[in-house]
């Protein structure tokens, strides 16, 4: 199931956004502040963002500009009550992949939701590397040198979630969030079994790279000669 951020304030309208959702087959997390959307973006993929202009902290389109410049290419259906035509080239400009106006129907939103999924990914966001350990989330592998091992879903994204870190450590609930999303039913030792299944796997695949647990905070992708912060 493919999965979108809802980044709005409103708690009805989020909510009937993700029944809609659900109900054409779409997992969606809600974040009600732009604070909870950094956090929530910075350790999740996601297929969609859609993105009220006006939150409690901040505008909508100014948090776009900060992911685009960023280079987080995710496509971004924003969502406004402004109509005004200089609105909507701004949004546009300002990185909007789509806009929407209130008040909307929900099944024009879903469909256009799904043209944007439907859309190639930028390149940029194709492969991610740390040290000698490269991933692929369009083969679901990672590879170093020659050699390549597939990795399951919440293989892939938690190991995503390690590499955009860089070495730093990340917490268990980012990392479960990555994995399984906000609100699901997780069980306790899932995320250790995941972590398990991946450091078999980088010793497969030969990597140097190792999965160290940091005791009482989370996990780190460390280098040879690195010592995770």
């Not at 099944?107 to 390149?123: H, Q």
Request: proline share 3%.
């Amino acid at each position: 199931m493919s999965r979108v951020a809802i980044v709005e304030d409103h708690e009805r309208l989020a909510q009937m956004l993700r029944q809609a959702l659900a109900a054409a087959g779409i997992e969606a997390d809600l974040f009600h502040t732009l604070s909870e959307a950094r956090y929530g973006v910075a350790h999740a993929d996601y297929a969609v963002l859609i993105v009220d202009r006006g939150l409690p902290d901040g505008d909508g389109l100014a948090f776009l500009r900060g992911l685009r410049a960023a280079g987080q290419m995710t496509p971004c259906l924003m969502l406004t009550a402004r109509d005004a035509l200089h609105d909507r080239v701004d949004g546009l400009e300002s990185g909007a992949d789509d806009y929407v106006t209130k008040p909307f129907a929900m099944s024009e939103l879903v469909a256009r939701v799904r043209t944007l999924m439907r859309r190639p990914p930028a390149l940029t966001t194709l492969v991610a590397a740390y040290a000698d350990l490269t991933v692929d989330p369009q083969q679901h592998a990672m590879r170093c040198a020659a050699r390549s091992v597939s990795l399951a879903q919440a293989e892939l994204q938690v190991l995503l979630c390690l590499v955009k870190a860089a070495g730093q450590t990340v917490r268990h609930a980012a990392l479960e969030h990555a994995a399984w999303g906000l609100g699901e039913a997780v069980t306790p030792n899932a995320l250790e079994v995941t972590v398990h299944r991946l450091r078999k796997k980088l010793t497969a695949v030969g990597t140097t790279t190792r999965l160290a647990n940091i005791r009482g905070a989370g996990f780190a992708l460390q280098a040879a000669s690195a010592t995770p912060s």
